[in-house]
Structure formats: structure tokens, C-alpha cells
């Protein structure tokens, strides 16, 4: 199975602040890989998949980068309705798997 | 709007079974993928099962044997059977879409709808 890490495991910003969370896979997904945001209390949505595209509706502070084994979710502006938890999730093999998640406060 | 609503959940003992429903509508239901994840209390997300649009199923190895997933097109309904349940299992199961989606000349599957949970204890 394909395991994902995720670092750090939370931070703390300041609205404004760029913030950058990053993401490794066990081997090689390519760039299957998609970002999730989760509110508490709140089922995820997702933000970024093919490791680089914004889905529909998601504010353009939000962006992605990478391919292979590396990736990368950036806040270009840290805002206070940005407080959740974010997971990777990749989608290379039939099996599935995310990250531990990254908490991100204010 | 879709809509993916669960149920079936609830106070079940170690080794004991329960079987979760999740009912979709405002699409196709029969044309996508769908999955269960789950979430226990402060913890992260976790696949749990994937059906895809011809009923092939897939499963990790942490349920694989234990769990079965099924769809039922004219419902428009998703199943999870789950058997010898441990107090492991014990966690908000969420039903979501796998939307397809293009950029060039790749297309990636994500989960683009989530149901709302619903809450599965195993405890004696």
C-alpha cells in the first residue's frame, strides 16, 4: 500500500501569513494526489486535485505543487476562515490512502 | 444539488454487525464510483471500501474480509456490511462520491461530495 506523510502535524499563523503544508508518498503516485479541508464538525471538501488544479469555488490563495513523491498545499494569505485541518489523499492506486493531516490555527 | 445521506449506525457489541445506508440524489448515481471513509473521534481520515460504476469493490487490508460494500442502482443506494466488528471500527462513516475530473489529457478521481457521517460505536 501507498503511505502518505504529511508535515507539519499542525501549525499556528497569523492571517496574512503565507503558510505552506507538505506532503510525501511511499513511491511514485505521479501527480494523483488531492487536498481536502476539514472545518470541526464538518465533512471534508476538497480543494486541489491532480496535485496542482483548484476546484471549482475554492479561493484562488489557495494552490498546489508538486509530482512524484513531493507535494506541496500553500495559503498564499492566511485568512480566519482557513482554520482546519488539511489531509492529502492519493489517488494513484485502487487502494486509497491519506495523510495524518495538518491543523492549522490562527 | 446532490445529496448523500447516511444511516445505520449505532451501539453494537465487539464481533457483532452492522449494516450502514447511504442514499444519493441530484445525480446520476449509477454512473460514479462511490466510497466510504471514516473518521474516529480526533483523528484522521480513513478509506474504508470503493465501488466502482461496474461494482467492482476494493477494500484495504484493515477491513478486507470483514467489510462488504455493494450499491443497489435502483435505489440509488450504497451499502456497507460490516461483520466481527472491533472496537478499532469505532469511528463517524462517511459516505462520498468519486467525481471524475480532467486537466489536458489526464483525469483524476476525487471525492467531491460527502454525506454528513453516520456514527458507528463498538463497544461492550
Known amino acids: 500500500d501507498i503511505q502518505m506523510t504529511q508535515s507539519p502535524s499542525s501549525l499556528s499563523a497569523s492571517v496574512g501569513d503565507r503558510v505552506t503544508i507538505t506532503c510525501r508518498a511511499s513511491q511514485s503516485i505521479k501527480n494523483y494526489l488531492n487536498w481536502y479541508q476539514q472545518k470541526p464538525g464538518r465533512a471534508p471538501k476538497v480543494l486541489i486535485y491532480?496535485?496542482?488544479t483548484l476546484q471549482s469555488g475554492v479561493p484562488s490563495r489557495f494552490s498546489g505543487s508538486g509530482s512524484g513523491t513531493d507535494f506541496t498545499l500553500t495559503i498564499s494569505s492566511l485568512q480566519p476562515e482557513d482554520v482546519a485541518t488539511y489531509y492529502c489523499q492519493q489517488s494513484f492506486g485502487t487502494l486509497l490512502t491519506f495523510g495524518p493531516g495538518t491543523k492549522v490555527d490562527i | 444539488e446532490v445529496q448523500l445521506v447516511e444511516s445505520g449506525g449505532g451501539l453494537v457489541q465487539p464481533g457483532g454487525s452492522l449494516r450502514l445506508s447511504c442514499a444519493a440524489s441530484g445525480f446520476t448515481f449509477g454512473g460514479y464510483d462511490m466510497h466510504w471513509v471514516r473518521q474516529g473521534r480526533g483523528k484522521g481520515l480513513e478509506w474504508v471500501s470503493g465501488i466502482d460504476a461496474a461494482g467492482d469493490t476494493y477494500y484495504p487490508g484493515s477491513v478486507k474480509g470483514r467489510f462488504t460494500i455493494s450499491r443497489e442502482s435502483g435505489k440509488n443506494s450504497l451499502y456497507l456490511q460490516m461483520n466481527n466488528l472491533r472496537v478499532e471500527d469505532t469511528a463517524l462513516y462517511y459516505c462520498?462520491?468519486?467525481?471524475?475530473?480532467?486537466?489536458?489529457?489526464?483525469?483524476?478521481?476525487?471525492?467531491?461530495?460527502w454525506g454528513q457521517g453516520t456514527l458507528v460505536t463498538v463497544s461492550s
Open positions: 491532480g496535485a496542482t
Open positions: 462520498a462520491r468519486a467525481g471524475l475530473y480532467c486537466s489536458g489529457t489526464n483525469c483524476y478521481r476525487m471525492f467531491d461530495d
